[in-house]
């Protein structure tokens, strides 16, 4: 069989091939495959999080905000390596192009949040990075969508990983970080790092170099996984790194 044909029987969906998905996926996997970068992260993150990961070869992520298999992915250097996990966004654009290449995990659609209820949207467009459950993004939102939120507890309980430990959890979902973290059990599941978007919103231009290390300090996210013995290791962009005391030398 030809590679053409190969890569085509790959992508049939049950309900007929689709082409204009079919050279999507192909293109994607072209642009950001392991020929192309050795790191997929916007900030360098996966670097970071594979070295301290770097002896352990099969572990367990969860990834909520995963925004894309590749692009500004922070999970791909592990899934290479052999690890898997749970990847989570409130876009299915998304999950159905995760569907499609990351075949070990497990990919959801939903929105989490602290409590499981009916919520608003903001939404831009879809495959937007910033749709978000965060009110700050209301007034610019194009349109204020209903959307029914689950928390990671119960994600957890129905998954596959229920009785598995959590590594990596990684949360970025646009200024709605502390709910979700608050949605998970920590004392159960004890992830031993977790990265943790933390935007704030005072800057008129987010960079890191515009930062300021008094204002991460303060913050309700860095209060709440202290309480948790997590210690803050470190800072990437707007992205902050927590590691448990259990797993500290």
């Known amino acids: 069989m030809k590679i053409e044909e190969k890569l085509k029987n790959k992508y049939l969906y049950k309900k007929g091939f689709n082409i204009f998905k079919f050279l999507y996926f192909i293109s994607q996997r072209i ?99 910033i749709n978000s459950l965060d009110r700050k993004r209301k007034i610019s939102a194009k349109e204020v969508k209903k959307i029914k939120t689950l928390t990671l507890n119960s994600i957890l309980e129905k998954s596959k990983f229920k009785n598995k430990k959590i590594n990596l959890l990684l949360i970025d979902v646009e200024g709605h970080e502390l709910e979700v973290i608050k949605s998970i059990n920590l004392e159960r599941y004890l992830p031993e790092m977790v990265i943790i978007e933390s935007l704030d919103d005072n800057l008129s231009k987010l960079e890191f170099s515009n930062q300021n290390i008094n204002t991460v300090l303060s913050s309700a996210i860095y209060k709440h996984m202290t309480s948790y013995n997590y210690h803050f290791v470190n800072w990437l962009h707007s992205d902050l790194v927590f590691v448990h005391s259990s797993v500290r030398g």
């Open 31 to 129: 642009k950001y495959s392991n020929f192309y970068k050795k790191s997929y992260s916007t900030g360098a993150q996966d670097l970071i999080i594979n070295y301290y990961f770097k002896e352990k070869q099969n572990g367990i992520y969860i990834d909520v905000g995963c925004f894309h298999p590749f692009k500004g992915n922070n999970t791909k250097l592990l899934y290479d390596k052999g690890w898997s996990g749970i990847n989570i966004d409130l876009d299915f654009h998304t999950i159905e192009l995760f569907e499609h290449i990351r075949k070990r995990d497990e990919n959801i659609h939903a929105a989490i949040s602290e409590t499981e209820e009916e919520k608003e949207l903001y939404f831009f467009h879809n495959r937007s990075a």
